[in-house]
């Protein structure tokens, strides 16, 4: 099966009636789960991943099994997880480059990384040992990050990631909305990381909203619309990798009605279609 | 331990300390936003599914029990879901609840469990001289107030068992001392349905009088019709 096309919708529970309420070809080309939501869970979450999976193409976004932990994998979770990609017929998975469980105790949230060398080889393996036992392609998603643990990095996030990337063989799951993000908290420019990826390596974007505290520090909340300046940035993006990149659309709070996501998921659109157009060779 | 393990550790144990201020004196700044954000958000989840015994205790002891639970065992779960669970099932081993808070916290900990409990698989015929199976969902347990009705929690000796039947509504039953002593016993699923109706009524002193046996019956068809037992093994 090939990857979905087009632009998607995070499937949360609180848009859950309002999606399968909307007619065929007024939703989402695709949607996006959490396989966390899911895995050992019955009753209306169970109910509700069979009706997403009648309808939908569907990718799949983990929350736990960060290629950062310090600790072995759980088999048992691979396990089950492999078994939920195998019923979804998606054949790329994503997890994040951060950390959020230590000891036994899980964050529930996505702790940053040191770019340290001893921090990308922990990655490097962990995301190999994924590739295994899931036996899809592994997708990594940058994450946002509000602090240096650990003190002030020798190397940048972008070198950082790029090498963990070529060592794993690993997929970009590229968040332009993370991009943005950290460049305004960490001083760097984002339309040059975001030309530096190699897009070849991109297999799935995601864009939410922020929020902007009074101190000035963005936070990655999904819980806004998404700006204007991540919107350029997208466009950005989709003329080095293409159209055929799915997109996603994240929106984890403040649920807006469907309609105002659709809208989001339609401006979307318009720049995925820009960037499929041919380009007037006699243009700027 | 390497010294990414430890960093990390370190990290995620300062998002459940208890003494903030040493978490503000550390040398990362910006690790206090990191514990507000972390904390925040499970301690959101549990007042939302929790919001019964948070206003019987108060806001400011609920999130002080919460942050001792964080402290002191920590949120062990993959599941976001499991937390609230976990956490109630701390709180009540425990035992330092007043009565009407302990009460409230049993039934909205069943409550929440049956929502999010895994699903049955294919109901099983039952016979008398089987093992019951339980729906997973099934919890089972004795309240000192009638917390059953939401807002009128009279003090009275209450016997409960809550479950979601197959439309997936939660269902809150409440039943006599002997039927609740049966479904007891039918839901630890460890003897013969037969044996738990004698252990039963021995217990109580009683023969299976005609009346009893219609009785017990109508619960068992109840009880299999509505989900709460799935058959037997």
Not at chain 2, 69 to 75: I, K, N, R, S
Not at chain 2, 168 to 185: D, F, G, N
């Amino acid at each position: 099966m090939s990857l979905p096309v087009g632009v998607g919708l995070g499937f949360r529970f609180e848009l859950a009636s309002a999606m399968f309420e909307a007619s065929a070809g007024a939703g989402p080309a695709w949607v996006e789960i959490h396989p966390e939501n899911y895995l050992g869970r019955g009753g209306l979450f169970a109910r509700h991943l069979d009706r997403v999976l009648e309808r939908w193409p569907v990718l799949t976004h983990g929350l736990t099994s960060c290629v950062g932990d310090p600790e072995p994998f759980d088999r048992a979770h691979l396990a089950q997880l492999r078994a939920l990609l195998r019923r979804t017929g998606g054949r790329l998975h994503s997890e994040h480059l951060c950390f959020g469980s230590a000891g036994g105790l899980y964050a529930h949230d996505l702790l940053p990384l040191p770019f340290t060398d001893e921090a990308m080889a922990n990655a490097v393996q962990r995301i190999r040992e994924l590739q295994g036992a899931l036996e899809v392609e592994i997708a990594i998603e940058n994450t946002s990050y509000y602090a240096h643990p650990g003190g002030l990095p020798v190397r940048s996030e972008l070198s950082f990631l790029l090498e963990v990337l070529e060592r794993a063989d690993a997929k970009l799951l590229l968040d332009v909305n993370n991009v943005f993000v950290n460049a305004v908290n960490h001083g760097f420019d984002a339309a040059a990381f975001l030309d530096a990826i190699p897009p070849e390596r991109v297999a799935q974007i995601h864009v939410a909203g922020h929020l902007v505290r009074p101190d000035g520090l963005i936070v990655d909340t999904h819980a806004e619309p998404v700006r204007a300046e991540v919107l350029a940035l997208v466009e950005r993006t989709l003329a080095r990798v293409g159209p055929g990149v799915p997109i996603l659309l994240e929106r984890d709070g403040n649920f807006p009605p469907l309609a105002q996501l659709l809208a989001e998921l339609d401006a979307l659109e318009t720049l995925r279609s820009r960037a499929a157009a041919p380009r007037d060779p006699g243009g700027p | 331990m390497s010294t990414l393990a430890r960093l990390e550790a370190r990290w995620i144990g300062a998002c459940f300390a208890r003494d903030a201020g040493l978490v503000a004196r550390a040398e990362e700044p910006r690790l206090q936003l990191y514990r507000e954000m972390v904390r925040g958000r499970i301690q959101q989840l549990c007042a939302e599914v929790l919001p019964r015994t948070r206003a019987a205790l108060g806001a400011g002891v609920f999130e002080e029990l919460v942050a001792a639970w964080l402290a002191e065992v920590g949120p062990r779960s993959r599941f976001f879901r499991d937390l609230p669970v976990l956490l109630a099932e701390h709180l009540l081993a425990q035992g330092q609840l007043l009565p009407l808070p302990r009460d409230l916290l049993a039934l909205e900990r069943a409550r929440w469990h049956a929502q999010v409990a895994p699903d049955a698989g294919p109901a099983r015929p039952f016979a008398l001289d089987a093992i019951p199976v339980p729906h997973p969902s099934l919890s089972v347990f004795e309240a000192d107030h009638a917390v059953q009705f939401g807002g009128d929690e009279v003090p009275r000796r209450t016997l409960l068992a809550v479950y979601r039947r197959p439309d997936l509504e939660v269902e809150v039953r409440w039943s006599t001392p002997t039927l609740h002593a049966l479904l007891a016993r039918w839901a630890r699923s460890e003897e013969p349905a037969i044996d738990s109706v004698r252990a039963v009524l021995a217990a109580e002193g009683r023969a299976p009088t005609p009346d009893f046996v219609e009785e017990m019956s109508t619960f068992l068809a109840e009880l299999l019709e509505r989900g709460a037992l799935i058959g037997s093994r």
